[in-house]
Nanobody, 126 residues
Framework: QLQLVQSGGGLVQPGGSLRLSCAAT????????LGWFRQAPGKEREGVAC????????YYADSAKGRFTISRDNAKNTVYLEMNSLKPEDTAIYYC???????????????????WGQGTQVTVSS
């Protein structure tokens, strides 16, 4: 059974922080590139961050750089997204996803990711 189970979403005030979790079952997370994407109402799903397999190099969209941190706990088979200095425009449903093919992390398209978590709502509002 291949599954990505997300948790950690919620409501936070602007400037606040949240930590999202994505626990993998049915495969070893460290063997694949894992990405975080988000989708706001009326917008396309966009890449936020990605962590590569093996070495664990990280990549970020410009909107996330300096505020968000993606990390991986191999023992727990879980990937995290730490979100700091949150802004209202960060409001979206956040998804973790696994790349299907071997290669470099990709954030510019969702097509490289075939397996997705269920999504979790992040709302940044006063």
């Amino acid at each position: 059974q291949l599954q990505l189970v997300q948790s950690g979403g919620g409501l936070v005030q602007p400037g606040g922080s949240l930590r999202l979790s994505c626990a993998a079952t049915g495969f070893t997370l460290a063997n694949y590139n894992l990405g975080w994407f988000r989708q706001a109402p009326g917008k396309e799903r966009e890449g936020v961050a990605c962590i590569s397999s093996s070495v664990g190099r990280t990549y970020y969209a410009d909107s996330a750089k300096g505020r968000f941190t993606i990390s991986r706990d191999n023992a727990k088979n879980t990937v995290y997204l730490e979100m700091n200095s949150l802004k209202p425009e960060d409001t979206a449903i956040y998804y973790c996803a696994r790349m299907t093919l071997f290669g470099q992390c990709v954030l510019t398209t969702t097509r490289a990711y075939a397996y997705w978590g269920q999504g979790t709502q992040v709302t940044v509002s006063s």
